[in-house]
């Protein structure tokens, strides 16, 4: 292996030891190679190694076991949402399956918050539509356009909808400027989302849900013609 820039030595450190994983050369449930071996092998430090491994630690990829080593989680079936952001930079293939949850999850905060929207919270929703319409640019409106949809999980009044919400943005921000196709022009990005905010701020529950669903389905389509 060859030996790793120095000035970025724990970023592409971590980053090659992220896809070994993620590609299956560590497959989950086995053990990393000693720390010594590795370090040798990618002509870094062990310091810089035990740096590489706390963040993977984090992410959810390796855990450590005393006395035994450092071993590859089977991420799929004890890791949680958090690891999005990171399968997502990793494959694009992700992106399908964050959409299809996305529709599903969208629609039902839709629905939830007509029901429990407070004034304020409907006077929010208004003012944040006409942020998207408003918007400077692609970037600027797809960024408009996500306050809005986590005002909406606000509206609900459950946290647990909020921070689904969060996750799911958080996994495909990093790729958005490739899934712009739906904000390029801001008054028909507004139009879009309209009827959805319209049907939370009226209390009509089903009409918010087939808004969302309409919606969601829409502009998946456009951003996912994008990545074609």
Known sequence: MEALPRETIVDVLESRLREDILTGRHPAGSYLPPER???EGYGVT???????????????LLET????????????RLGGADLLPML???????????????????ALIAERAAARATDRQRAEL?????????????DAVQLADVEVHRALARATGNRVYV??????????LPVRAALRGPFTDAQVA???????????????????????EQYLTVTERIMLEGLA
Request: proline fraction near 2%; glycine fraction near 10%; charge should be positive.
């Open 190 to 212: 507004r139009g879009r989302l309209a009827p959805v905010v319209e049907a939370v701020v009226t209390g009509d529950q089903a009409g918010a849900r087939r808004a969302a």
């Open 163 to 172: 921070l689904l919400t969060n996750t799911l943005f958080n996994a495909y």
């Open 126 to 138: 208004r003012t944040l539509l006409t942020a998207v319409g408003d918007a400077a640019d692609a």
């Open 46 to 60: 062990r310091t810089s190694l035990k740096h590489a491994f706390g963040r993977l630690m984090q992410a959810g």
């Open 88 to 106: 997502v930079r990793h494959s694009p293939d992700w992106i399908d399956e964050v959409f299809e949850v996305r529709r599903s999850i969208g």
């Open 65 to 76: 076991r005393h006395g035994v080593g450092t071993r590859v989680r089977d991420y799929l």
């Open 37 to 39: 071996t590795l370090a």
